[in-house]
């Protein structure tokens, strides 16, 4: 199996993480994908995600699965050891719950944030400065949710480790490009941010 992705993207990376998690890493190979010279808008990549993102993966029957959470999902049922996404009912809409709240509420909008504020890829979508500053100055609010939460929980969903604690963690450190980073009285938010940071998977 091989992954598409580039390194430093932050979903490539949450896929990345997840592998770790798990062990998995040595089950696929990575090709690496120039995302600012327009590797993936090419027509030969939109064969592969008609989206143009990265990661993809690709499967051995020579089909592509694309969408990290998609991806992930994919590795949990096959190799459920491990498990982030929950075994029991319950855990398992609880983390499907905040792995959502993370990524639509905080990663997209980190995203939107980077996007229409650097330019970035301006070669394929028209940035809105204004927008990306919306974006950019609602992301505190987030922190503090997340703050608020972790005062009572350990990790993002409960006692245990899970995928919306990989989203939540890439998007903080993807968050920094921006400048944007919690402020110090989010002691709770700390604590966990450090604590994800002792995991291996954390620097892979
Ligand atoms: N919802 C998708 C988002 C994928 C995504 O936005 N990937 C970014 C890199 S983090 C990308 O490929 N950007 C290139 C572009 O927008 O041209 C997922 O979960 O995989």
């Not at 027509?43 to 993809?56: D, M, S, T």
């Not at 997209?108 to 400065?129: A, C, E, L, W």
Request: net charge neutral.
């Amino acid at each position: 199996m091989k992954i598409y992705e580039e390194k430093i993207a932050p979903n490539a990376r949450r896929v990345r993480m997840f592998l770790a998690e798990k062990g998995l890493l040595d089950k696929v190979e990575f090709e690496q994908v120039d995302l600012k010279a327009g590797d993936n808008i090419s027509a030969g990549f939109r064969q592969k995600n008609p989206i143009a993102k990265i990661p993809v993966l690709e499967m051995d029957d020579g089909s592509f699965l694309s969408e990290s959470i998609a991806i992930c999902r994919y590795f949990e049922v096959k190799y459920p050891k491990h498990p982030l996404m929950g075994t029991s009912p319950e855990q398992q809409a609880i983390i499907e719950m905040w792995q959502r709240r993370c990524e639509i509420y905080f990663m997209n909008i980190v995203g939107m944030g980077f996007q229409h504020t650097s330019g970035y890829f301006s070669d394929r979508m028209k940035p809105v400065k204004e927008w990306g500053e919306v974006c950019v100055k609602s992301i505190p609010k987030f922190f503090q949710l997340l703050d608020a939460h972790l005062a009572e929980s350990k990790y993002i969903a409960g006692d245990e480790f899970s995928v919306a604690d990989i989203t939540a963690y890439v998007t903080m450190d993807f968050a920094k490009v921006i400048r944007t980073r919690p402020s110090e009285d989010l002691v709770n938010l700390k604590r966990w941010y450090d604590l994800v940071s002792t995991r291996e998977s954390a620097r892979v």
